[in-house]
């Protein structure tokens, strides 16, 4: 048994660092096509189609990019975030419909009188007005209440200063319209997971079964380099490992974990089973048995 453990041991010790290459590659290649951001701007973009179904494709998207491009959303070197909070949404649509955002103009005119109609259809008359409210409560709440983090503190503000079915419909469909961004995002990243896992595998040979009749046969796990030319014989395995690959570093991470604190147990229970095995016969008497022979001899003697 104890051999068996080794053997996946050694299986999941390969496994993670090239787990780790395969999930390095894939962050690279989603960042490099700023796929979360596009997502996030997709989601925004509904939110606020939401607030005004009339509203185009051309200021929709521009008004989500300018929100993400917003100095406290925006990653570094003015790139689009790609994490935004319910309360800095509308905080940031506040500022963008009244002019106010500290990063410039980055709305043209049109989707500016575009946005600020959809604020007034929904109940804000007048962004700017809203918008000093809600700064001002959120320094009250810091002041009367230190203790509550900022977002909370930020989302009262939003909520009491601007009591609209602006705020309304933002809210309801925040929640469900992020989930479904997250979903789609970890859709792609699945997919360009199992490209990347089928390449990498296919590049270094990673042969699942040929692995594990190495290990088996008493080798090391220091298989990353191919020890033989190619055949074809060799792609039920690299499509296997392509496959194990794609369920991430964590995953192997943790088994590899698990593994190996099991192995001091199993090797333990294996020892005293083997020390029981080569004992001899009768060597171990058990106590209840021996009180009771001597029980016996002192009754034979007593009569």
């Known amino acids: ?85 319910r309360e800095e949404l509308t905080r940031i649509l506040l500022e963008l419909a009244a002019g106010q955002e500290p990063s410039g103009k980055s709305l043209d005119e049109y989707a500016r009188a575009t946005l600020k109609r959809a604020l007034e259809a929904n109940g804000i008359q007048n962004p700017s007005e809203v918008l000093d409210n809600i700064h001002l409560l959120a320094l009250k709440l810091e002041a009367l209440h230190p203790e509550l983090p900022s977002p909370v503190r930020h989302g009262i503000a939003v909520v009491t200063e601007a009591p609209s079915q602006f705020a309304a419909r933002l809210h309801a469909s925040f929640d469900a319209t992020m989930d479904r961004v997250s979903h789609r995002f970890a859709r792609h990243t699945q997919m360009v997971t199992a490209v990347i896992a089928l390449l990498v595998a296919a590049g270094l040979q990673l042969d699942a079964f040929n692995l594990l009749r190495r290990l088996a046969a008493g080798g090391t796990a220091a298989y990353v380099i191919p020890a033989q030319s190619w055949s074809w014989t060799q792609l039920p395995g690299i499509a296997l490992s392509a496959m194990l690959l794609s369920l991430g570093a964590p995953f192997w991470y943790n088994a590899l974990k698990d593994l190996v604190g099991f192995r001091p147990v199993l090797a333990r229970k294996e020892q005293a089973h083997r020390e029981q095995r080569q004992s001899p016969p009768g060597a171990a008497v058990s106590p209840a048995l021996s009180t009771a022979g001597e029980k016996g001899d002192l009754s034979l003697n007593a009569g």
Do not use: E
């Open 1 to 85: 048994m104890l051999k068996y453990l080794d053997i996946l041991i050694g299986f999941c010790t390969v496994m993670l660092p090239v787990s780790m290459a395969v999930t390095m590659l894939t962050q690279a290649v989603t960042g490099a096509l700023g796929w979360r951001g596009r997502n996030l701007i997709r989601g925004i973009a509904t939110i606020l189609n939401q607030l005004d179904p009339k509203m185009t494709s051309f200021c929709l998207r521009q008004i989500a990019t300018a929100a993400l491009r917003h100095p406290l959303i925006a990653r570094s070197a003015g790139k689009i975030g790609t994490v935004i909070q």
